[in-house]
């Protein structure tokens, strides 16, 4: 179930922007990564997986634990369905929109046929 928390949504969007950071999210959602197999697909340093990871982070997509010397990575799903929510209700205002101006559109169509 959705809890209501607060999520900066322009954090959120700024990390899903990256398609690194995108694929890095794409593979915890899988199962919990440490860092150095988040880094295996990319041909970057530990230290720039480590500044894509910080972003996500920062925009509470994922939280990061600590076992040892290995750092964990774990989807925080709940961030995104903050996103999520928010696409939903302009995905519903456009559609109104859309349906709206399919019925116009042929409506005057209609009117055309009947005009010539």
Not at 47 to 61: G, P, T
Not at 84 to 89: K, M, P, T, Y
Request: aromatic share 8%; net charge positive.
């Amino acid at each position: 179930m959705f809890k209501n928390k607060s999520y900066n949504l322009n954090l959120i969007f700024q990390a899903l922007a990256d398609p690194t950071r995108r694929a890095i999210l794409k593979n915890i959602s899988r199962q919990d990564r440490s860092v150095t197999e988040l880094s295996a697909p990319f041909d970057m340093s530990l230290a720039a997986v480590s500044k894509h990871l910080k972003v996500l982070e920062r925009a509470r997509l994922i939280h990061r634990t600590k076992s040892g010397r290995r750092h964990h990575c774990r989807l925080n799903a709940e961030a995104l369905k903050t996103a999520e929510v928010w696409i939903a209700d302009y995905r519903k205002f456009w559609e109104g929109r859309l349906d709206s101006l399919g019925r116009f559109l042929q409506q005057s169509s209609k009117q055309n046929k009947e005009n010539r």
